[in-house]
Structures are given as C-alpha cells and as structure tokens.
C-alpha cells in the first residue's frame, strides 16, 4: 500500500512538472535560434511570462514581419513587435534637362564663350560651335560642373 502511494504521488509529482511547461529562459533561446535561422539582421527577441518582445531595428517591413513570425515557437503566448524601420536612403536629386542647360550656357557666358550652342536630352549636354584650343577646357569644365550623366562634346578646335 505505501509503495502504491509513493508511485502515485511520484507520478503526480512529474506530471505537475511537466504541466509548468517550459521556461522563459528556454522560450527565449528557442526564439533566438529561429529568429537567427530566419537571418533578420537587426532584430533580438526577449521572453517573458511567454510573450516575445521583438526590438532592434530592421531593414524593412518583410524583415519585421518575417521576424515576428520566426518567434511563434512552442510556448509564446504572444509577441509583442517593437521592431523599427530602417529610414529608406534618399535618392540623390536629379537635376532636370532645362535647369542643367541653364546652369552650363551661364557658365559659358561668364566665361566669354558665347558662340557654343548647347543642348540637353536626358541629362546629356551636347556642345556645338568653334571654340579656340586654349579655351576647350574651361567649355568642358563648365558643362561638367552642371553635373550632367554625359557630356557630347561636338565642338570644332579652331
């Protein structure tokens, strides 16, 4: 009889323990290890009470949805994402065809060099004209300083 009640409380005694389920510490590094195996950079995960805090700062919003969706493993009750966007890089500003031409034929002007004709085609200076030898550089200088994609040099050395 008293050996019966020891098996009995014996197992009663292990299924209470196995009821607790796992803890944080474990959560957490099972969450840890998929977030890692998922490869978002940026991001860390903590459990507590089985809720998963995601925090860092990630690369965009797939990265933010992949991250929470890699932590869902057995024994978060839920998570918590507090991840951030990484700010989108700002595209370097294109000067338009028309501001470019402007901004070549002053620095002609200013230069002296009034005979060349230019034009601009998507963000491509074409020079025309007769320049002096002596003076080809200070044209291309200034049509380079306007920041064009190219410059067409069609100019005649006189």
Do not use: H, Y
């Not at 009640?5 to 998929?34: N, P, R, Y």
């Amino acid at each position: 009889m008293k050996l019966k009640f020891i098996t009995v409380l014996s197992l009663a005694f292990v299924m209470l323990l196995s009821a607790c389920g796992k803890s944080d510490a474990d959560i957490q590094k099972a969450a840890q290890d998929a977030l890692t195996a998922a490869n978002v950079p940026g991001a860390t995960v903590t459990v507590k009470d089985g809720v998963a805090t995601l925090t860092g700062e990630v690369q965009d919003i797939t990265f933010k949805n992949k991250a929470e969706a890699a932590v869902k493993v057995d024994g978060v009750k839920s998570v918590t994402n507090s991840l951030t966007l990484k700010p989108a890089p700002t595209p370097a500003p294109v000067a338009d065809d028309k501001m470019i031409e402007g901004t070549v034929k002053e620095a002609l002007k200013d230069a002296g060099l009034t005979s060349i004709t230019v034009t601009v085609a998507d963000g491509v200076v074409t020079l025309k004209g007769d320049i002096a030898k002596d003076k080809l550089p200070v044209a291309m200088k200034a049509a380079q300083e306007a920041k064009p994609k190219k410059v067409d040099n069609q100019l005649t050395v006189k």
